[in-house]
């Protein structure tokens, strides 16, 4: 369990806040960031896939990983150079007319006042500024809560579903030999669902909301239709569009606590997400096992 918690500690750690470091970067397309990013999972998957399935072969368990480990390792430098962006001051009329007025003189009780009004306003933001704890309050936010809450339940609907394709699969009549082209189908529309369905919420043809609303509405859908499929072609078809729901939700899962929820909250609201699906994912073994 040591040794598979720490790797899992690990992707956790420097993948769950990657749209929060997107959105600092990205506003108007921060979706389609989101989505970019996440297409960029689905290759490596893929890639990653046909490197383990030679290297197992050639190299053995211990020289996988070792070559594994180093793919990693590239990708610290890139990490290295990530840089927060600086925040930009536009000068208004208001701004350009004040520096050109004179300095004046103001009485010395006045300046006792405003002296003791900006060191009382400076302790208060430096408060603030040291103190990493008031950013936990989010988890007091009803709307995170019903974020949290609705992200944790669509990772746990998905994993699960994922554990007992095969043998969804199995009772719709798709061949131990087909099984592959059933994960191609979902891995292609996820993709395409990543790359390109960023673009709806981005350009304002629907809300993050109304998005997530319809997205969890297909995937009920496609789960009623599960009575109906007969035949290997349609449970393919029920993995394309299984994909294709899934990998639009993953784009708009970080957008929706950036969009939502106070800004100054965003470092720990966006990789808490999906607090509420390790706890719960304990009960996906026994229910599964009821199933089946």
């Given at each position: 369990m040591k040794i598979l918690g720490e790797p899992g500690t690990s992707f956790g750690l420097s993948t769950l806040s990657i749209p929060h470091y997107l959105s600092l970067h990205f506003s108007k397309h921060l979706d389609k960031a989101n989505g970019l990013a996440l297409a960029g999972d689905s290759i490596g998957y893929f890639v990653l896939s046909l490197t383990v399935e030679y290297s197992l072969?050639?190299?053995?368990?211990?020289?996988?990983?070792?070559?594994?480990?180093?793919?990693?390792?590239?990708?610290?430098?890139?990490?290295?150079?990530?840089?927060?962006?600086?925040?930009?001051?536009?000068?208004?009329?208001?701004?350009?007319?004040?520096?050109?007025?004179?300095?004046?003189?103001?009485?010395?009780?006045?300046?006792?006042?405003?002296?003791?009004?900006?060191?009382?306003?400076?302790?208060?933001?430096?408060?603030?500024?040291?103190?990493?704890?008031?950013?936990?309050?989010?988890?007091?936010?009803?709307?995170?809560?019903?974020?949290?809450?609705?992200?944790?339940?669509?990772?746990?609907?998905?994993?699960?579903?994922?554990?007992?394709?095969?043998?969804?699969?199995?009772?719709?009549?798709?061949?131990?030999?087909?099984?592959?082209?059933?994960?191609?189908?979902?891995?292609?529309?996820?993709?395409?669902?990543?790359?390109?369905?960023?673009?709806?919420?981005?350009?304002?043809?629907?809300?993050?909301?109304?998005?997530?609303?319809?997205?969890?509405?297909?995937?009920?859908?496609?789960?009623?239709?599960?009575?109906?499929?007969k035949g290997p072609a349609m449970m393919m078809a029920f993995g394309f569009f299984f994909g294709l729901a899934g990998g639009g939700l993953s784009v708009v899962s970080g957008g929706l606590v950036t969009f939502y929820i106070d800004k100054k909250y965003h470092s720990i609201a966006v990789p808490s997400r999906y607090i509420l699906y390790p706890p719960v994912s304990f009960t996906q073994a026994p229910l599964i096992g009821k199933i089946y």
């Open positions: 072969v050639t190299y053995g368990l211990s020289g996988t990983f070792l070559i594994i480990s180093g793919m990693v390792l590239h990708s610290v430098p890139a990490a290295l150079l990530m840089k927060f962006p600086k925040e930009t001051h536009h000068k208004t009329e208001n701004d350009s007319s004040t520096e050109k007025c004179e300095p004046q003189e103001l009485p010395s009780a006045f300046k006792d006042v405003n002296s003791s009004t900006a060191t009382n306003i400076n302790a208060i933001k430096t408060a603030q500024d040291i103190s990493a704890i008031h950013v936990f309050r989010v988890f007091l936010d009803p709307v995170y809560i019903l974020i949290v809450i609705t992200q944790s339940a669509i990772m746990y609907i998905y994993t699960t579903t994922f554990t007992i394709l095969i043998d969804v699969s199995r009772d719709h009549g798709v061949s131990v030999d087909n099984d592959v082209y059933l994960f191609l189908a979902i891995s292609v529309a996820e993709l395409f669902g990543r790359l390109f369905l960023g673009s709806i919420t981005d350009a304002g043809y629907l809300t993050k909301l109304n998005y997530s609303a319809l997205g969890f509405a297909g995937l009920g859908s496609l789960y009623v239709a599960v009575i109906w499929i």
